[in-house]
Structure formats: C-alpha cells, structure tokens
C-alpha cells in the first residue's frame, strides 16, 4: 500500500511593505548608501589616558606624550606635525579618543594601522552614491558637500561613487552632511483616492460638510464632541477643521459623501515617491479636432489644395505631488489641474468653410500641506457644470424649424483623499541603537492575536456576562528555573551544603533553631558547649521547592501576565 500524505494547504498571503497600517515604516538594510567608506585601520589599546595639559605643544610631542606608556611608533608623512601647535587642557578619557581630539585640533588625520601610528595632512574616503534621473547629476551634492566642509570631491558617473578627502575634523563634518543626505532617501508612499460626486438638487451648491457632525446617524464608526464644525464656505477645503477629536477613515468619508449624491470613482492608486521628488498622476479624456485650414492656390492649372492642421482638447485632471519627509513630518506641494470641454463652436473660416473649435474651461489649485504620517489630507469644493441643451425640428443635422427646445444642467464634486506613509530604510546596526525603530520594526512583522469572540444573547447587556479570557503566552520557563537553581546553589554554599537559611524552616524548627542560639555559654572563650543540634524537619527541607511553584506547574508551560496587561473588566488577575 502506499501512504499519501494530506494536502498542505498554502499559507495566507502576507501583508507587503505598503500594506502595513502603521505610518511610519522601518525597513533593514545590510548596507546603504551615502555612507563615507576608508580605511578603518585597528583599534588602539583600550586604555584609559590623562589628563593632560598642553599649551602650544607641535603635534608630534603631543602623540609621544600621550603615547609615552605604549610601545607604539609614530610615522609622519608631513613635516605639518612638527609645526602645527595644539593647546588644550584638562584632556582624558580613552586612549582612541584622545588622540582622535589631538589630530582633529592640529587639522590633520591619524590613523593606527599594524602596529603604528600614521599621521598625514588628510584622508581619502569613497561614498556609494544612489541613482538619479538621467536629466539630474550629482552637481548638488559635490557642492553642498564643499560648502559644509571645505573638502573637494569628485563624482565617478560610471559606478556612481563619489571621491574626497579630509582631515580629522572634517571628516566628521562629512559624516553629518551624508547622514543628513541618508535620511531624505525615504520612500512615501500616498494613498490616493479620488471620487466624483453628483449632487442632486438639495446641494447642488456643493456637499454641506457642515452636516459631518451628524455623521453618527449614517453609522460610520464615530461621533464629533464639542461645538459645531466651522462654516466651510470657500470653495477649496483642506481637511476638516473641528475642536473635538475625530476620526476619518476612508470608509467614513466614502459613506458620508455618498449621502450627498451619487459617488463615482475616479481613480483609486498608491503614488510612491522618493522624498523631494514629484509623482504624477493624470486621468483624461483626448479629442481630435480640425484646427486650422490652409488653401493653397496653383495659377498654372487653376486649381486649390487645401491643408488641415488638427488639434487635441483633454477633458480630465492632472494631479502633480512633491513631497519631502523631515523630522517625523510629511510636506506636500499638491497641484491639480482640471481641464472641461464644454462644446464646440462653428467659426467661419472663408469659402463657405466653417471650423468648429472647441470652448473650454480650465481651474487650477496649487496649495501645499504638512501632515503626520498615517494621517489623511482632504481637498474638496471643486465644483463643475454640465449643461446640455436638446431642440427638436424639422431638418436633417440640425433642425431648420424647430418645434421645441430642452436644457438641463447637472453639477459634480469632485474629492480627493491622500494619505500618506513613509518606508524610511536604515542599517541594521543603526536599527539596533534606536528603541523607537527596534520597536517599529517589530511591529511590522508581528502577527495580530486572534481574540477569543464574545457570545451574548440577543437583547441582553454585555455588562451581565463574563468575557472569555485570551489565553496569555506562556513564558519561556528557563529564565525563572535559572534564577531559581541559582538562589539553590547561593543557600547550599552559605550553609556548607547541609544547613538552610532560617526564613526558609516552618517556624517549629525555627524555634528550635533559636533557642539553641540563646544557651548560655561560660565567659571563657575557651570554653565550648555541647548544645543540641537540632535537625531540619522534612518540611523544612522542601520549603525553597515552593518558590517557583507558579514556574512548575504544567511541566513550565503557563505564565501569568501582571495585571496592568489584561482587560479592567475581566477582574482579577487569573
């Protein structure tokens, strides 16, 4: 016979980078780049020096007197060493500091490398640049890079790698410039959602955001505390300003819009961008249209030709966004762009020729925004008409007598909604030196507890019933049984082994235990007594055993959570 195993079923997807609910995403990177590359040379040895007191003293004496108690030799590649003075006083503390401090106040470099010191006028380091747009060079960088530092550097476009060289000093100026550079290459990410809403004739004026704080009554997931919201007559609305604390998902927006009118969606994408870069987004409709004609007379045979240039007319919107992320912030240039065909007018162009062009309309908003990540941006109140008008005739295209004529006019909304979040991306070592980013990055890879459902019969209050309790995660017993074999080892060796503590016998053998210490004893220090020793009870002996009970039981599988972790209403702690 042969053994088929069962089908494995496939694992839920998980969740992308993007799809992460939290604002602020921290993603590890084994190396990245803007980050200065040189020889690292060895470590000094890890002693610590000084103080020392120095007054105009050339650089050379300063490393011989610092390094007077190691047997390291110095190398010069200047004479700059034996003439640049160095002042400074009341200096100590590790012995690479120190000469680090020594080097950076003469303006030169040092570096231990095989067992000796090398001091030069200056050090070449690389720097791994990212790739930019064809139509962008790397320009900027060079000179923003000379202007904080004074350093020349040279940018090789074939591997993208930038060269330079510094001192001590400005060396670490370099460092700050490109740890600078290193957070600005953070990716944001806006979720864009953008709606077209038809208002019927109680608002066609546009949407009555002032009935937001009634918003309850639709069931959209929230109430508004406080006063009224604040009258948003103008026609561009950025957010929804109130003094109570709201919040606005893009489910609660999309319900309360479509209370207004019938919602159409327009366009529903995630525009990523580089920080200080531009997305576009364009969403329109094109139309070919015959915008000129050109007649062109033959004398020789009497004839005309006739030439046409044709035209294009876009109905839709454009949607531009620069973005930057700086200091937990996201700011935002946002420009729209909205272009309307309204009809298209019949011109008289010679010779019985009639051209129709097109007649237009074109608004434009440009504003910018500054926003936390995670939280949403709302851009409303742009309004548009639609008029259509019908007659009914006699004729062939058009009727020459018409019997009756019919107009209508509609208006529409049209919402945007940007969200935006931000994927910063760090080393992992610089990861491991934050709590904050450690903490993030946890989260983005943790899995959501499943929660134990709550059953209540229909009608009765919630209140009246026990609430299932979510089984904690147990403890790893390790850490407790090492604690506790080592509390074991501390009492046996204080009592040779065979004696325990008097905290830790029942109090019968306590007793005992102290009225042996008060017999009596001779004034002689020579003199010895011969006290009964009293044994330790069984109970006594199994009473360190009792410590780590809770740890014990169920074989170390169970833990107890402290109270301030579970739920006020579910009552003690278990």
């Known amino acids: 016979s042969i053994d088929i195993p069962a089908p494995t079923p496939p694992e839920a997807r998980r969740k992308a980078i993007n799809e992460a609910p939290d604002g602020v995403i921290i993603v590890p990177l084994g190396k990245d780049v803007l980050v200065p590359a040189m020889d690292e040379g060895d470590p000094l040895p890890n002693r610590v020096v000084g103080p020392f007191e120095l ?133 944001i990410v806006y979720e864009t959602y953008i709606w077209e809403v038809g208002l019927d004739g109680g608002n066609s004026a546009g949407i009555k955001w002032t009935q937001l704080e009634k918003i309850g009554a639709f069931n959209t997931g929230f109430t508004l505390s406080g006063s009224a919201l604040s009258d948003l007559g103008t026609p561009i609305s950025i957010g929804l300003p109130t003094k109570g604390p709201v919040s606005l998902t893009t489910g609660d927006i999309l319900q309360f819009i479509s209370s207004q009118g019938s919602v159409k969606t327009i366009s529903q994408p995630q525009l ?55 200091n937990g912030t996201v700011y935002g240039n946002v420009d729209i762009n909205l272009q309307q065909l309204l009809e298209f007018q019949d011109f008289p162009a010679g010779n019985d020729s009639t051209l129709r062009l097109p007649k237009t309309a074109e608004r434009e908003l440009q504003t910018q925004v500054r926003v936390r990540p995670g939280d949403s941006v709302l851009i409303a109140g742009l309004v548009r008409e639609r008029q259509q008008y019908d007659k009914t005739g006699l004729g062939l295209n058009n009727p020459i007598f018409p019997f009756s004529r019919s107009g209508q006019t509609s208006n529409s909304e049209l919402v945007i909604l940007l969200r935006p979040r931000v994927i910063v991306y760090k080393p992992a070592d610089e990861i491991a030196l934050d709590p904050v980013d450690r903490a993030r990055t946890s989260l983005v890879h943790a899995d959501v507890p499943e929660v134990a459902p709550l059953s209540v019969p229909e009608g009765v209050p919630s209140s009246t019933f026990k609430k299932d309790i979510v089984t ?45 210490t008060k017999t009596p004893v001779d004034s002689d220090p020579t003199a010895t007594t011969d006290a009964p020793k009293v044994e330790p009870t069984p109970a006594a002996t199994t009473a360190p055993a009792a410590k780590n009970t809770n740890a014990q039981e169920g074989n170390g599988q169970m833990g107890t959570l402290p109270s301030t972790l579970l739920d006020p209403s579910l009552g003690e702690t278990p």
Do not use: H
């Open 55 to 187: 007054r105009n003293e050339n650089l050379a004496g300063a490393l011989q007197l610092v390094m007077a108690d190691y047997d390291v030799p110095l190398a010069f590649e200047s004479d700059k060493g034996m003439t640049v003075g160095v002042t400074v006083s009341n200096l100590k503390g590790p012995l690479d500091k120190v000469v680090e401090k020594i080097c950076a106040l003469a303006d030169m470099y040092c570096l231990y490398d095989d067992g000796v010191l090398t001091v030069k006028e200056n050090q070449t380091f690389t720097v791994s640049l990212p790739p930019l747009p064809a139509d962008t060079s790397y320009d900027a960088i060079v000179s923003g890079l000379k202007a904080f530092t004074g350093a020349e550097g040279t940018v090789d476009t074939t591997t993208r790698t930038m060269i330079y060289t510094a001192t001590e000093r400005t060396a670490k100026k370099a460092a700050q410039y490109f740890d600078r550079l290193r957070k600005s290459t953070a990716m």
């Open 272 to 326: 990523t961008v580089l920080s200080g870069s531009e997305a576009t987004l364009r969403v329109a409709e094109t139309e070919a249209y015959v915008e000129s004609l050109t007649r062109t007379q033959n004398t020789t045979n009497d004839t005309e030709t006739v030439s046409t240039t044709t035209g294009q007319v876009d109905t839709g919107f454009t949607l531009k966004i620069g973005s930057s992320w700086d």
């Open 472 to 516: 904690p995660q147990p403890y790893d017993p390790a850490e407790l049984n090492a604690e506790a074999e080592a509390e074991e080892k501390a009492s046996k060796a204080s009592g040779n082994g065979n004696s325990l503590k008097a905290e830790d016998m029942d109090p019968a053998a306590s007793a005992a235990a102290s009225e042996v």
